[in-house]
C-alpha cells in the first residue's frame, strides 16, 4: 500500500530550467494537493485540485503550472527556475474536502541554483 | 485574516516527561482542527482530527483539547519517547473552503 509517492526525492536545477514534480496517489482520492515548506513558515498551498480534469489556485501559485490528466496523478510544473523556488514540495491527497483526513507524500527537496 | 499559531516554536524534554503543546488560531468559519507529526525529512502525518463538537482526542500518548470559545488547542505528550522527537504542527480549516491553514509547527527535541 504504497499511499501518497512523490517523485523525485530530491534535484537541484539551475535557474531558468524547468522540471516536473509527479505525484502519486493509490487511494482513489478525489481531492489532491500541492504545497511548499519554508524554514520558519507553515505549509502554504500551491495549487490543487478536487477531482480529475480540474485544477485551482492556492496562496503562492506564481511561478508553478499543475495538471490533473488522470486521477491518481497530479503534477507540478516549473516552467522557468528561480532560486526562490528553492523548497521542499509535499504532495497531499484527500477523499473528498477538509473534513477527510489528508495524507501526505514523502516530499521533494528541491535546490535552485 | 485566517491565522495559525504555534508555541513554543522549540521544546526540549527528558525521555519519559510529559509536555504540552498550544496553538491558536482565528480561522473562521471554523471546521475541524487537526494536530500532524512530521519527523525530520518526512511528511506530515496525522495524529488527531477535532471537529467543533469535540473537546478532546486521544491517539495513544497524544492527547488533543479544543476550545472553540477562545479559539485554542493543546497537544498533550505523556511519558514522552525519543521517537517522539519531530516537528508538530496545527492545521485548522474553515468551513466550505477546500484549504488547511497550517501553523509553523512546534519543534520537540527528547534527549535520554
Known amino acids: 500500500n504504497a499511499g501518497v509517492t512523490q517523485t523525485p526525492k530530491f534535484r537541484v536545477l539551475k535557474t531558468g530550467q524547468s522540471m516536473t514534480l509527479l505525484c502519486a496517489q493509490d487511494m482513489n482520492h478525489e481531492y489532491m494537493y500541492w504545497y511548499r515548506q519554508d524554514p520558519g513558515m507553515g505549509l502554504r498551498l500551491i495549487h490543487y485540485s478536487v477531482g480529475e480534469g480540474t485544477t485551482a489556485k492556492g496562496e503562492v501559485p506564481d511561478g508553478y503550472n499543475v495538471s490533473r490528466l488522470k486521477k491518481q496523478n497530479f503534477l507540478l510544473g516549473l516552467e522557468s527556475a528561480a532560486p526562490s523556488q528553492t523548497s521542499v514540495y509535499f504532495c497531499?491527497?484527500?477523499?473528498?474536502?477538509?473534513?477527510?483526513?489528508?495524507?501526505f507524500g514523502q516530499g521533494t527537496r528541491l535546490t535552485v541554483v | 485574516k485566517n491565522q495559525v499559531e504555534q508555541s513554543p516554536q522549540s521544546l526540549i524534554i527528558l525521555e519519559g516527561k510529559n509536555c504540552t503543546l498550544q496553538?491558536?488560531?482565528?480561522?473562521?468559519?471554523?471546521?475541524?482542527l487537526r494536530w500532524y507529526k512530521q519527523d525530520t525529512g518526512r511528511g506530515p502525518v496525522s495524529l488527531t482530527i477535532m471537529t467543533f463538537s469535540e473537546n478532546t482526542k486521544s491517539n495513544g500518548r497524544y492527547t488533543a483539547t479544543l476550545d472553540a470559545d477562545t479559539k485554542q488547542s493543546s497537544l498533550h505528550i505523556t511519558a514522552s519517547q525519543l521517537s517522539d522527537s519531530a516537528s508538530y504542527i496545527c492545521?485548522?480549516?474553515?468551513?466550505?473552503?477546500?484549504?488547511?491553514?497550517f501553523g509553523t509547527g512546534t519543534r520537540l527535541k527528547v534527549l535520554a
Open positions: 496553538c491558536n488560531y482565528t480561522v473562521s468559519p471554523f471546521s475541524n
Open positions: 492545521v485548522v480549516s474553515a468551513y466550505g473552503t477546500y484549504k488547511y491553514i
Open positions: 497531499a491527497s484527500g477523499l473528498t474536502g477538509v473534513n477527510t483526513e489528508a495524507f
